[in-house]
């Protein structure tokens, strides 16, 4: 089993910054994929970032350019930097780690708001 627990979410003015971050701990193979997804009201979960443990990175459309994913393999730890945030960026981010099952964590609210 894996728990992943997120931090930093919180209120920001639009253009404002964010950092996540995700610490797992339990079983962790040396080998997975650690990544964010976010759910805003009303809408579909959606895929915001992932990188592998060797570090390939993918991002959602909605966000290249803004937000980077980062990852520090010793500490079993995601992050994610997010810059220019948008009001339309609003969601709850979950955290996920895939290694053969998919982890989830409970979210972390951020609210993009003037």
Same mark, same amino acid.
């Given at each position: 089993?894996? *728990?992943?627990?997120?931090?930093?979410?919180?209120?920001? *003015?639009?253009?404002?910054?964010?950092? =996540?971050?995700?610490?797992?701990?339990?079983?962790? %193979?040396?080998? &997975?994929?650690?990544?964010?997804?976010? *759910?805003?009201?009303?809408?579909?979960?959606? =895929?915001?970032?992932?990188?592998?443990?060797?570090?390939?990175?993918?991002?959602?459309?909605?966000?290249?350019?803004? %937000?980077?994913?980062?990852?520090? &393999?010793?500490? &079993?730890?995601?992050?994610?930097?997010? &810059?220019? =945030?948008?009001?339309?960026?609003?969601?709850?981010?979950?955290?996920?780690?895939?290694?053969?099952?998919?982890?989830?964590?409970?979210?972390?609210?951020?609210?993009?708001?003037?």
């Amino acid at each position: 089993q894996v *728990q992943l627990v997120e931090s930093g979410g919180g209120l920001v *003015q639009p253009g404002g910054s964010l950092r =996540l971050s995700c610490a797992a701990s339990g079983s962790i %193979f040396r080998i &997975n994929t650690m990544g964010w997804y976010r *759910q805003a009201p009303g809408k579909q979960r959606e =895929l915001v970032a992932r990188i592998t443990s060797g570090g390939t990175t993918t991002y959602g459309d909605s966000v290249k350019g803004r %937000f980077t994913i980062s990852r520090d &393999n010793g500490k &079993n730890t995601v992050y994610l930097q997010m &810059n220019s =945030l948008k009001p339309e960026d609003t969601a709850v981010y979950y955290c996920t780690m895939v290694q053969g099952a998919t982890y989830w964590g409970k979210g972390t609210l951020v609210t993009v708001s003037s």
